[in-house]
Nanobody
Framework: QVQVVESGGGLVQAGGSLRLSCAASGSIFSINAMGWYRQAPGKQRELVATITSIATTTYADSVKGRFTISRINANNTVYLQMYSLKPEDTAVYYC?????????????WGQGTQVTVSS
């Protein structure tokens, strides 16, 4: 079994910053990629940023230049540093880990952490 746990959400004013953390643990052989997704009320879950085991990154257009994803492979940990936050960034942020457990590749999700940006 694999556990994914996020932390670091909260309430911040527009223009402020927050840092989210996520750690994966359990029966992990290796992690292919980790990433952050978000879901605002009444909207579908959307990709925010992903990072592979060789540090290749992908960002949603809406966060490019404001958010930075980073990863520590040895700790199976990923971070999302968010700057210049906007009210439209308000959402529940979910961490995803694409994990090899022996011969099976599966996606695991955290429980989510709320980010609220006030105007």
């Amino acid at each position: 079994q694999v556990q994914v746990v996020e932390s670091g959400g909260g309430l911040v004013q527009a223009g402020g910053s927050l840092r989210l953390s996520c750690a994966a643990s359990g029966s992990i052989f290796s992690i292919n990629a980790m990433g952050w997704y978000r879901q605002a009320p009444g909207k579908q879950r959307e990709l925010v940023a992903t990072i592979t085991s060789i540090a290749t990154t992908t960002y949603a257009d809406s966060v490019k230049g404001r958010f930075t994803i980073s990863r520590i492979n040895a700790n199976n940990t990923v971070y999302l540093q968010m700057y210049s936050l906007k009210p439209e960034d308000t959402a529940v942020y979910y961490c995803n880990a694409n994990v090899w457990t022996t011969t099976i590749l599966s996606d695991y999700w955290g429980q989510g952490t709320q980010v609220t940006v006030s105007s």
